[in-house]
């Protein structure tokens, strides 16, 4: 099992999850440890052209924010499934956001931007990224793609 895997079992034995949430996380570690190992073998083909990748995600569940701890652990998550996906690391930025619901009103709520640059799996990220999605009763979870360098 890569490092990144025995990672990510590690703390997935020790988190206090739902278990939608656990088996979201559960195909995370599954996911990171085939990547890792094709890697390894030489066996995953496509283009090695590094992405910057960005996952935007929010701490509301409907109109309330999730405890301190979800919100960690949300966040986390959404790290690992960058990883899984190839990213080498990943920077996460905080703040605050905003958004129009279907009434009208404005919806203020915190944030997360999770940034990487590097040869990223766009197929696998954007499977992690609706599981996570449903797994933590998101509206949505942003994926912004770009490759350009100046």
């Known amino acids: 099992m ?3 895997a025995q990672d990510i079992a ?7 999850r739902t278990p939608e949430q656990q088996a979201a996380y559960e195909r995370l570690v599954g ?17 090695d052209t590094p992405t910057y990748v960005q996952v935007n995600i929010g701490r509301n569940i409907d109109d309330a924010p999730m405890s301190a701890a979800n919100w960690a652990r949300f966040q986390g998550e959404a ?4 990883h899984a996906a190839g990213a080498a690391w ?11 619901d279907p009434q009208g009103f404005t919806v203020s709520e915190e944030s997360a931007f999770l940034s990487a640059f590097g040869v990223i799996d766009l197929d696998i990220l954007r499977d992690r990224i609706a599981e996570l999605r449903d797994g933590w009763h998101q509206d949505a979870i942003a994926l912004i793609v770009g490759s350009e360098l100046i």
């Open 90 to 100: 990943v920077s996460t930025h905080l703040g605050c956001g905003s958004w129009v």
């Open 79 to 82: 790290q690992y499934a960058m």
């Open 10 to 16: 590690g703390r997935a034995a020790t988190a206090g």
């Open 31 to 47: 996911t990171a440890q085939t990547v890792n190992e094709q890697r390894e073998a030489g066996v995953i083909d496509g283009d």
């Open 2 to 4: 890569s490092t990144l």
